[in-house]
């Protein structure tokens, strides 16, 4: 008898896959690969139809558990909600109608191909920020931008910035009043964030006040109501502003009469007699406050008649930054309502890059118009006046108290009857023709005569007895 030895290589045993009849490996389904795709699927418990809830108002959508998230149509923000709340991967758009409130997404079950797609249909429900804000008078925050002009140029550019860096997206509500505008918010860190908003674009400043609703002692809870006041300097772009000495010398000694080029946040100012520009930042406006001179609506015609670019600009030395983009002209020009007549006037101007004889342009007639400003009729006021009082020498800071003195010295004849009135060399006097006028008279304004120490006794002793010095006067000066 021959012994036998067993195999050592044993392959394992097949079995029959119940659906299809081919022979597999056994597995615990007992069915092969191509069956087991074909029943169970990644899409096994994935709804294929799904609500969104989404407010039109506020263009958001519901994001569990108590989210409110603002999503476009097909955007990466959209899609990333609807895989999250499904588990869906690589998933994409189909593309539907707009308006239809409906919006598809599909993913690959098996390889490349498309296979699996759920159906969002869009509900509408009311976020709870906006049901709040449908309450008559919820807010938590308000701003008021105030401007004390006559015009709103200021605001309608304000309003293009906000609309470009999607500020008014936070605002509750926007109302409108008479000088300025009012923004309402939910939160007092978006107001926060509007006003270093509104402080980065023009020249302001704001105070902030809060007012408490209500209180919880147990909790150690408050509610308040904030209100931030903004103001806006009531200056805009081509404005014709009166410094004041002080800032004018803190400048680089520009002259007081000088035009607005720019608004940011700082004020830009140019001199139209050398060039010389500066900026101005809110707290030095507000330090060294001025307002425009005349209103635009003053603005009159004027055409060039002629022009020369100026050469040699005369500085100083502590002169400040000069203007390249601006050329210095003198220009004579004539009101094109007095073309009848010869009256032409002489002036400086920036624009002398811009200006040729013939054209027209628009200006302000500041010799005839009335000005409302305390450095400008104080330098009117130094133009007008064509005599002097004596001073004692001491230092004072009362330069407006002076000012007030002297005009109501012009005006009363009972006080200057007690004050010796000198009239100013320097500055032609005028006739005494306008008798209804009030004013100082020629026969109230001796000449202010020097005379030295040798000759006073001679006066003195003229005036009191002539016949001693010897015949009929003595000495003068």
Request: hydrophobic letters at 35%.
């Amino acid at each position: 008898m021959e012994y036998m030895t067993e195999s050592t290589d044993r392959s394992p045993g097949l079995i029959l896959c119940c659906e299809c009849g081919i022979a597999v490996s056994p597995n615990p389904a007992n069915i092969c690969v191509a069956c087991l795709q074909s029943k169970v699927g990644i899409s096994q418990g994935i709804p294929k139809q799904v609500s969104l809830l989404f407010y039109k108002q506020c263009q958001r959508y519901f994001q569990p558990p108590g989210t409110w998230i603002r999503c476009a149509l097909e955007s990466r923000e959209l899609l990333a909600l609807c895989s999250n709340k499904e588990r869906l991967v690589n998933a994409g758009f189909v593309w539907t109608e707009p308006h239809s409130k409906r919006f598809k997404v599909k993913t690959p079950e098996r390889g490349d191909e498309w296979l699996f797609v759920v159906d969002y249909a869009v509900q509408s429900q009311i976020c709870g920020d906006c049901h709040r804000v449908e309450a008559k008078g919820f807010w938590r925050a308000v701003i008021q931008v105030r401007q004390k002009t006559l015009h709103k140029k200021a605001f309608y550019y304000l309003e293009q910035l906000i609309l470009k860096y999607g500020m008014h997206q936070n605002t509750l509500r926007i109302k409108e009043i008479h000088d300025g505008l009012d923004f309402y918010y939910s939160s007092k860190p978006h107001a926060q964030k509007m006003v270093e908003f509104i402080q980065y674009t023009v020249t302001c400043r704001y105070n902030a006040s809060q007012r408490l609703i209500s209180q919880d002692v147990h909790s150690n809870t408050y509610n308040y109501k904030s209100t931030f006041s903004v103001e806006i300097v009531p200056i805009c772009q081509d404005n014709v502003v009166c410094l004041s000495p002080k800032l004018t010398q803190s400048l680089g000694n520009m002259n007081q009469i000088c035009v607005c080029i720019r608004i940011t946040s700082a004020i830009h100012l140019i001199d139209p007699n050398t060039l010389q520009v500066a900026d101005i930042d809110g707290s030095t406006f507000w330090s060294h406050s001025f307002s425009s001179l005349c209103h635009p609506k003053q603005l009159e015609e004027f055409i060039v008649m002629k022009c020369s670019i100026v050469q040699n600009i005369k500085h100083g030395a502590d002169a400040g930054m000069i203007s390249k983009k601006h050329t210095l002209r003198e220009v004579w020009v004539q009101k094109t309502s007095e073309m009848n007549t010869d009256k032409q006037y002489f002036c400086h101007t920036h624009l002398g890059h811009l200006l040729n004889p013939g054209e027209l342009v628009l200006g302000f007639d500041l010799a005839s118009c009335n000005l409302n400003d305390e450095h400008g009729n104080k330098m009117n006021s130094e133009f007008q006046i064509n005599w002097k009082l004596k001073e004692l020498n001491m230092d004072t800071d009362d330069e407006r108290q002076y000012q007030d003195f002297l005009e109501d010295l012009e005006e009363d004849e009972a006080i200057r009857k007690n004050v010796n009135i000198y009239r100013e060399s320097t500055i032609p006097v005028e006739s005494d023709d306008d008798e209804g006028a009030p004013g100082i008279s020629l026969a109230e304004m001796p000449e202010d005569f020097h005379i030295s120490h040798d000759a006073t006794v001679w006066v003195v002793a003229h005036a009191c007895n002539p016949s001693t010095l010897g015949g009929q006067g003595g000495r003068t000066v």
